[in-house]
């Protein structure tokens, strides 16, 4: 955003601060103190090389056998321990660890279980490099913040944390003790998204102005794991929470493409709204007896929920998420800016002036086979290079091509692609809808998980 004023800028962010200062709606965060002098920042923080990545997973009951498989493919990994609550899970999967690579390279994979606490015996006694976190929802903050105070950089599924209290608790720790944090946010790496960041880069649309992102995934059969398995953990924040529950998978992609947390602008406040909470009380009493334990939950949490972000620049960001609703599978992915308009599901274009061959102007879509000509000028490099590689590693490859560049940073010391302040901004979004929806609707203001360092940290590069 080249042609932004700085004084105007400045003067813009000031009277915003001013305003949460005063208003008593905006000032339930809580605020940083100044970052300690032995604390590193970890925008663009780049770890020392690591030759060989020693990783060590913990969860192997749904995400965590993909995430570890591929890991395991790759070149100078090793895996050194498997833990799970389930003693077949992580006997399964430790076997399965050993016959990658030819028997060779994971020959020696220390299995855990049997009880919560068997992963912090083993952060005590193999020392990875690295922990893979693949648990349910609870157990990310606790997770990273021991691995990372034992050493280890800490990779998380999505959320990245559950409270503003944990997501300050993981930045602090992060900065002392100069360990990676990243919630792995595998949206990023999808073709279209990583197209977009491309065009977006290039001033494809100008300035970005307004961006839509959602998580609408039908899930109610979920509540069929009533034991182990996904539904047996969601249903119960599903009816004990009203807000939005799992925001990143949409936010992240068009928070990278308005670079917010980096260099230009940042997240501010919020305002959230759901709807009743109907449709997973009726699906309970359709599907299950009247004593079922599904039926004597208390369903409090809306169906769909709506939240706007404003931004210190003043731009907007709609997030939605419905996991319930039966409609078709949907994140938006919707970015506007002065120039045009990219938006997803479908994947679908429109520039000022057409595109040369195609439209004539913005009064059309470019999308189906029309949107070739922009693959072939627009697709991202990184796509264009690991694309192959990622075939058949899930989601379409975009968990390959993220665990490729994971990997990839480490080995080679660089930067990692999303660091720890966008995975806890990205997070922050449900506590806060939560309060916002609480309190009718009234602004909650983001913390800056950066101390203010958003405006030193460089863009996403696009890299190759």
């Not at 103190?33 to 009951?61: D, N």
């Not at 690991?386 to 075939?391: F, G, I, Q, S, V």
Request: hydrophobic fraction near 35%; glycine fraction near 10%; include cysteine.
């Amino acid at each position: 955003m080249k042609n932004i004023n700085r004084r105007n800028f400045l003067r813009k962010t000031s009277l915003a601060g001013a305003a949460i200062s005063v208003n008593p709606m905006l000032a339930n965060s809580p605020l940083s103190s100044e970052r300690p002098l032995a604390h590193t920042y970890m925008g663009g923080f780049a770890a020392p090389k690591l030759e060989t990545v020693r990783a060590a997973f913990i969860g192997v009951g749904a995400r965590g056998p993909g995430h570890m498989k591929f890991f395991a493919e790759l070149p100078g990994t090793e895996v050194v321990a498997i833990c799970d609550l389930y003693e077949d899970l992580a006997k399964k999967w430790g076997e399965e660890a050993k016959k990658i690579g030819g028997g060779k390279r994971h020959k020696n994979v220390a299995l855990y279980y049997g009880d919560e606490n068997k992963w912090r015996t083993m952060l005590k006694e193999v020392k990875p490099d690295v922990v893979f976190v693949v648990t349910n929802w609870k157990n990310h903050a606790p997770m990273c913040i021991e691995a990372m105070k034992m050493g280890a950089h800490a990779f998380s599924e999505v959320p990245i944390a559950l409270t503003l209290e944990e997501m300050w608790n993981i930045v602090d720790t992060s900065e002392a003790t100069g360990k990676h944090c990243m919630m792995m946010e595998n949206v990023n790496y999808a073709r279209e998204e990583l197209m977009y960041l491309n065009m977006c880069r290039l001033g494809v649309i100008g300035e970005p102005l307004h961006a839509e992102a959602a998580y609408i995934h039908e899930l109610r059969f979920q509540m069929e794991e009533q034991e182990r398995g996904t539904g047996s953990w969601r249903t119960p924040h599903y009816a004990n929470r009203n807000g939005n529950l799992y925001p990143t998978h949409g936010l992240g992609p068009v928070a990278q493409y308005m670079n917010l947390a980096r260099t230009e602008d940042n997240f501010s406040s919020l305002v959230s709204f759901s709807t009743p909470a109907v449709g997973r009380k009726l699906y309970a009493e359709k599907n299950y007896t009247a004593e079922h334990k599904w039926n004597k939950l208390d369903y409090k949490g809306g169906d769909l929920n709506t939240t706007i972000i404003k931004t210190a620049l003043g731009r907007t960001v709609m997030v939605q998420w419905d996991e319930t609703s039966p409609r078709p599978y949907t994140r938006h992915n919707l970015i506007q800016g002065t120039k045009g308009i990219l938006a997803g599901f479908p994947t679908r274009v429109a520039l000022e002036g057409g595109v040369e061959g195609v439209t004539k102007d913005h009064h059309s879509w470019v999308e189906g086979d029309k949107l070739e000509v922009l693959y072939e000028k627009y697709d991202h490099p990184l796509y264009k290079r690991l694309n192959e590689a990622a075939k058949g590693s899930g989601h379409g490859g975009m968990d390959g091509l993220m665990m490729y560049r994971i990997v990839e940073c480490l080995q080679k010391g660089l930067p990692l692609d999303q660091n720890v302040y966008e995975g806890c901004h990205w997070s922050a979004v449900s506590p806060l809808s939560e309060a916002s929806v609480a309190q009718g609707g009234a602004p909650q203001a983001f913390p800056d998980f950066t101390r203010g360092k958003w405006k030193d940290t460089a863009p996403l590069q696009i890299v190759s």
